[in-house]
């Protein structure tokens, strides 16, 4: 069952290195802002996106399987339907590397099956909730 209370919501609000599938270099959409305001908060936000070359300053990857870095959780920024392949790249992520540990889906994207098998394979996952709110709400 995906993560929902605020223990589990704090304790994921603990990572200190998100990838952030979808993550925009456009001013003002949700993609770019949310993580901007998590990078202002001491995250390092590594933003993994195909059409962009860097974003924050940071090299964007086109895959989260191709992120150098050691990643605690993945945020998600992409259509519903598109989550069963980004769930398979976190998982094969998860099982090559050992981390990736957690998923969050940013408010209004949902997969109930993909996230069954994410969370079956140990990953903790937050659907259908914005990771900004949640810190401003728990965190100040």
Not at 26 to 47: C, E, F, M, N, Q
Not at 49 to 61: C, I, L, S, T
Not at 98 to 123: C, F, S
């Amino acid at each position: 069952m995906p993560i929902c209370d605020d223990d589990g919501l704090d304790r994921l609000l603990d990572a200190e290195t998100i990838a952030v599938v979808g993550c925009s270099t456009t001013l003002g959409k949700a993609a770019h802002d949310v993580p901007a305001y998590l990078r202002d908060r001491g995250y390092r936000v590594i933003p993994v996106n195909p059409f962009a070359d860097a974003v924050f300053g940071e090299p964007a990857y086109d895959d989260v399987g191709d992120v150098e870095a050691s990643i605690d959780l993945v945020d998600v920024f992409r259509p519903s339907a598109e989550i069963p392949e980004v769930v398979e790249a976190v998982r094969a992520r998860h099982a090559a590397v050992g981390d990736a540990g957690a998923l969050w889906l940013q408010l209004g994207i949902r997969h109930d099956e993909a996230v069954a098998l994410a969370e079956a394979d140990g990953i903790d996952v937050v659907q259908d909730a914005c990771m900004k709110v949640e810190h401003r709400r728990l965190r100040g």
